[in-house]
Every structure is written in structure tokens, then in C-alpha cells.
């Protein structure tokens, strides 16, 4: 075993608050993609928040899993988290370069049943198959069935685990390349880093690597 040659800094989560650890793990587990996730309420009225917890975890079924965690300081849930348990469906909107800034916007503590499309200028299309209107602006957008929600915990900051199967998706054929694959480059996506920071996954900050032969 190789013998540690610089010194680390050392830390056990429950000996941290929430916020340190929280800005620690954040600033370490990135680029984060980013849901912009569409839900709608009972009452009809639709709901925009992105969520940087958020990941592809399988292709048979296709599923998507995202969390609308509690607030930290006041222990609340967010509306999203609400729409989904009452109408479980979302559309997962993704987040191209020239949308950051409104995506920042939209993530503000409207009070519940703001509509954050009017609220940011994002244009809303009808789904095909689910309530939750899709962002016109967005390269790619997911229809999605909730399939369940799973809570891990009832304090500030716990996550609530929203597993979705997509259902139908929608590509702006302007992003695909002559093979009919989807060109990161002309994507044009952004990742979401610690802090205040974002990345831009285009120009020289793409590069590939050889997979190994079998």
C-alpha cells in the first residue's frame, strides 16, 4: 500500500452542520446535470424549479431520479415535491447554456401556485401524454410517470427521491449530428458545480477518452 505523502483534512458528517457539510459535498460531487423540472398541482396551476440532485439510473425501464430536498433553515418542502404526490407526473426539462440565467431565476421562493414560466419568461408547450407543460427553450425535454417518492428523512435538508420513467422524449433536431446521436457540442449544456458556480460543457472543455478493448 502506498504510504500517504500530504496531509488531508479529515472530517465526520455529524460532527459538521448542515450547511458546512452541505457546501463541501456539493463543492466535491460536480458537475451536477440539472432537472428543470415541470409539475402541476390540482388545481391546474404549473410549477418550474430546478434540482441539481439528479441522474439517469437505468434504460430498462428508462428512469430519472431527482430530489426536491426540504429547506434547510425553515424545514419545508417545495412545491414540486407537493405537485408530484398530488399529480404524479413531471416533464424533466434539460438546461442548455442560453437558459442558466432565467433557470437561476426560476429556483426563487415563489409562494405556492406562482407560475414561474410567466414569472421568467420560459415558454410552456403541451405534453403529449402528461399534465406538466414543457419548456420551450430546452433542447431536450422528458415526459415522465412518478413511479414513487421516496422520503429519507423528516428534517431540513433531508432528500425526497422522485423516480420517474420516461414516458416520451422531445429533441430539437438542430442538437443531433448526420448519425442521428445527440452532439455535445451543439447541446450546449451546463452543469451545476459548488456555490454559486455553473460549468459549460462545450468548446475546449469537452474531450474524449478511448474506452479499453476488450
Known sequence: ????????????????SIPKLQGLVQGAVAPRPIAFASTIDLQGRPNLSPFSFFNVFGMNPPLLIFSPSRRGRENTVKDT????????????????Y???????DSSANFPRGVNEFEKTGFGMLP???????RVKESPVQFECKVLQVIETGNQGSA?????????????????????????????DLVGRMGRDYYVRASGAALFEVPKPED
Do not use: A, T
Open 159 to 187: 432528500g425526497n427521491l422522485v423516480l420517474c420513467e420516461i414516458i416520451r422524449m422531445h429533441i430539437d433536431p438542430s442538437i443531433m449530428d448526420e448519425q442521428g446521436r445527440i452532439d455535445p457540442h451543439k447541446i
Open 81 to 96: 415535491y407537493l405537485n408530484v404526490k398530488e399529480v404524479p407526473e413531471v416533464v424533466i426539462n434539460v438546461v442548455s
Open 127 to 133: 405534453s403529449d401524454l402528461v399534465k406538466p407543460f
Open 1 to 16: 500500500m502506498e504510504k500517504e505523502n500530504k496531509e488531508y483534512l479529515h472530517f465526520d458528517p455529524k460532527d459538521l
Open 98 to 104: 442560453s437558459m442558466v440565467q432565467k433557470v437561476s
